[in-house]
């Protein structure tokens, strides 16, 4: 895996992460890692991180697009004993 694919993975665990955590306890886990801020509260570091998380899941789903056209043009093997 490159190093962006690694960068990207991770930032879409933390926003996954996030989520899970607004969905069941309303705790906003970048907002308090950027300073305490309450819920639904942003500041320039919190929205650089909600960027870079939502350009991380595109680069995901264009690497699976890519991957899935990969892997259709990939000639059928027999298996031949």
Known sequence: MKKIDW????????????????????????????????????????????TLVGLAAVYGIVSLVAAGRRASLRPATANVR
Do not use: H
């Not at 992460?17 to 919190?46: M, Q």
């Open 7 to 50: 960068l990207a993975a991770t930032l879409v665990l933390v926003g996954g992460l996030n989520w899970g955590l607004v969905g069941l306890f309303k705790f906003d886990l970048v907002a308090w890692i950027c300073g305490g801020l309450e819920f639904g509260e942003t500041n320039a570091v919190s929205r650089v991180i909600y």
